[in-house]
């Protein structure tokens, strides 16, 4: 084999993918079929999660002090605030805030992480063919050279070549007409610690503050919703995109104090939402937009994607290592399909609400929605939400059942958080910070050898072992994805060994 995993792909998702499986060891190759790394921004915010996975492959870098952090989100209606919304507070649970930052950066650091890691993207590297049988996937390039692995991710996006050659459906609809988007340079009197957005009749319009090392502070993302008539064509080029925001702005904002200069990035898109049948078909998985699409309206696709590479690496990893069953890759798509379902659903009603058109959804959003919105518990679910720091797998496959689902907090499948915690040597650390491609033993100080001995023969070379501040009686693995895979006493060795032979060989634990 020419490696053990072929990543398609070199965005966000394909490259945390990546360097996640190289922190675990496992030899990887990525392609792309692009000439060179993307420079335009695309996607302008990581939430907290996604930047947590990041922290954890190494590959944050400078971003939190390039990033704007802890932005607010200001909504208007009729000229006047109605609701504020703000995002990254610590107060979710998490040492990292999100982030507002461009694709391009993340992108950036991702390879840089994976350059250390001992792997550089091939660009120009188009794949046009697959095959696959028991032992491995072969893949044939534009040029008809071939590349053999064990397992090939196709991280292509939402036009994915891996989904089309494997044959896996991707049915979904269209949930709205045109959106335009620029990036551009503009001055107005409006504040940038955080981004703003209009609620008007003929559809909402947003402007998102945003951030270039060493230039003026006065970039900011503009977004508007703008259904064309029937048969019109696009608007084409910077230009006239640009024209038509100047016709958008005071209409929509009612303002008239706001000049528009030279343009960094623009876009014409439609909303789709889309979903696999199957995150996997044989030793070949889907991952990030090649397996979901939604709407952009709350920024949830990075993170999204992000999150299916790190649950996928880790499982992949003991299965390349021989420490896990083929049958363990199925709670991939166990796992993650349930959270892409949920995000559809949410950002799907999100855009509804937010571009519709009827009377009776103009007063359900102005009237009733809006107030509601103002609320304090509100706004904090809101944030909460898109953080994605409530995702947990308690129902997978993984989690024990029923009896575990009802034990005390947290469960197994739930997220931990960055715990304060001890090395045996007595040095202080961080749970997360701890993790980086390995598993944790979470234990009191006198843990009795046995209990450790099981972990260390399932997952050689084993977990670290770390004594949670203040400590606890009990006893919790968790997984490199920072989810308690298990939860028992310190004399309970057997019952773990039972639940590593039942998850990492059988794919499922306690049934």
Known sequence: MDTEVLVVGAGPTGLALACALRLQGVPVRVIDAAAAPATTSRANILHARGVEVLDRLGALGDLPDRALTALTITQYLDGRPAITVRFGDQGLGTARPALYVSQADLEAELRHRLRELGVRVDWCTTLVGLAQDEDGVTGTVEDGRTVTCRWLAGCDGSHSTVRALTGIGFPGVRISERFLLADVHAGWPVERSGGHGWIHPDGPLFAVPMREVGRADDLWRLMAYDPAPEKADDPHGDEQILDRFRQLLPERTGRTDIELGATAWTSVFRVHRRLADSYRRGRVFLVGDAAHVHSPLGGQGMVTGIGDAENLAWKLALVVA?????????????????????????????TRLQVGQGALMRALRDRVLVPAASLPAVQRRASRVASQLWVGYRRGPLAGGLRARLGRRPRPGDRVPDLACTRPDGTGTRLHAELRGRWALLTAAGCPGDLIEAARHH?????????????????????????????????????????????LLRGRAGR
Do not use: F, N
């Open 459 to 503: 997952l050689d070379p084993g977990p670290v072992r770390l004594i949670p501040r203040p400590e606890r009686s009990d006893v919790w693995l968790v997984r490199p994805d920072a989810h308690l895979a298990w939860r028992g006493k310190p004399t309970e060795a057997a019952a773990l060994t039972r639940w590593l032979d039942d998850a």
């Open 322 to 350: 021989g420490r896990a069953a083929p049958a363990l890759l199925d709670s991939y798509q166990a796992e993650r399909r349930p959270l892409a379902t949920e995000v559809l659903r949410r950002t799907t009603t999100a």
